[in-house]
């Protein structure tokens, strides 16, 4: 989370920012990083030390990283907080970035046919004709997936049940009849 402690309702703001992802976190682990921004402004003696140490108790952060990025203080302090911090061994692992890149541009070039509405079985169906060998369903899917959660495209079903993926860019000029 990033905070500026010059701002009147700094603090204030970082505790609302911090129960609304909370809310989003469902009771799901998160690590949280507290970034000071702007330090290159703060007064002389860290005056803000208390409250920001208090602020990091109070909302369970895991850290605190003072950064400037007018003089690029604290960046690679950040970069090394953030690296520690990540679970190396959970990560997803990406097994086919060609796959990811293959349909994303799939999904640009249709869009940028004007095609507002691409089902899946079409998508599938041309992965299926251009890359025979490389194409697996699951992977498929789970990349049109991270790209529904990204907000490039829109997940819904028709009556079928059939999925049916929407490039949200061209709804300004379409609107998919579900």
């Given at each position: ?18 129960l ?41 952060m ?72 490389e ?34 860019s ?9």
């Open positions: 989370m990033l905070i500026d402690p010059n701002r009147d309702t700094a603090f204030e703001d970082i505790a609302e920012w911090d609304r992802l909370e809310k989003q976190l469902q009771g799901q682990m998160a690590v949280k990083l507290l970034v000071g921004a702007k330090s290159d402004q703060w007064p002389e003696g860290m005056i803000y030390r208390e409250k920001i140490d208090q602020l990091m108790a109070d909302r369970k895991s850290g605190f990283c003072p950064t400037s990025a007018l003089r690029g203080d604290g960046i690679e302090q950040l970069k090394e907080a953030i690296t520690a911090q990540l679970d190396w061994e959970h990560l997803s692992k990406t097994s086919r970035p060609r796959l990811f890149h293959l349909i994303r541009e799939t999904i640009d070039a249709r869009r940028q046919l004007g095609e507002p509405v691409l089902l899946y079985s079409d998508l599938e169906k041309q992965l299926r004709d251009t890359e025979a060998q194409f697996d369903p699951g992977a498929a899917d789970t990349v049109v997936r991270q790209l529904a959660q990204q907000g490039l495209i829109v997940d819904t079903r028709m009556a079928s049940g059939e999925p049916r993926w929407c490039c949200r061209a709804w300004s000029k379409f609107t998919p009849v579900l």
